[in-house]
């Protein structure tokens, strides 16, 4: 079985800093892995994905994560924040056979301040 | 609009009472997958149906059951409601169970009182 451990419950800063969301997965297999962001009373919405290639992935909005697997990391970053970012992000994993499903951490809530 | 449509938006319903969530997945994908979200208990995947059959089983409670139609959309029951069972139902869709992304309905708001 797969796990998730997003280290921080919360991440507070300041519009315009950068900012990196901490994950981290353990899996006997390979995987894949995922961002989502869920904004207040909306719906999870696909932000990233790493499926094999490159392992620096990249977000229309902005958002990058890299997969690390000597440290079976996959941070998300970005460089310059926006009030509008503030939402909670999910990392997750999923194995790469059939019957997979997401394994999600336990998310992170990035509130972002004026 | 992700595609994937669950119905209703908000339910509200009494302890003990049964209740039914309906999800459409995106036009052509084959698996859909249910998942929990609690503020205890995080995103907790539930059950996978692909193509019509039961795929995957996570942590889903014997009070709980679900299906998936020949028209692919899916429904998960709820009974014997709990207080503990509030919560938000998510359902997402995918290609086959091998290729494609998870894509998310907006779920629905199950309160229990």
């Known amino acids: 079985a797969q796990s998730v451990t997003q280290l921080d419950s919360q991440v507070p800063v300041f519009e315009e800093a950068p900012v990196e969301l901490r994950c981290n997965y353990s899996s006997s297999v390979s995987v894949y892995l995922f961002w989502y962001v869920q904004y207040p009373n909306q719906g999870l919405q696909l932000l990233l994905k790493y499926l094999s290639g490159s392992t620096l992935v990249e977000s229309i909005n902005g958002f990058e994560a890299e997969f690390n697997k000597s440290q079976t990391s996959f941070h998300l970053r970005k460089p310059s924040v926006h009030i509008s970012d503030t939402a909670e992000y999910f990392c997750a994993v999923s194995r790469n056979n059939a019957g997979n499903m997401l394994t999600f951490g336990g998310g992170t809530r990035l509130m972002v301040k004026p | 609009d992700s595609g994937v449509t669950q119905t209703p938006k908000h339910l509200i319903t009494a302890t003990g009472q049964r209740v039914t969530l309906r999800c459409s997945p995106r036009?052509?994908?084959?698996?859909v997958y249910w998942y929990q979200q609690s503020l205890d208990q995080g995103l907790q995947f539930l059950i996978q149906y692909y193509n019509g059959e039961e795929r995957a089983k996570g942590n889903i409670l014997e009070r709980f059951s679900a299906q998936q139609f020949p028209d692919l959309h899916s429904e998960l029951n709820l009974s014997s409601l709990e207080l503990g069972d509030s919560a938000l139902y998510f359902c997402?869709?995918?290609?086959?169970?091998?290729?494609?992304?998870?894509?998310f309905g907006s779920g629905t708001r199950l309160t229990v009182v």
């Open positions: 036009s052509g994908d084959l698996s």
């Open positions: 997402a869709s995918r290609r086959t169970d091998l290729e494609g992304g998870y894509t």
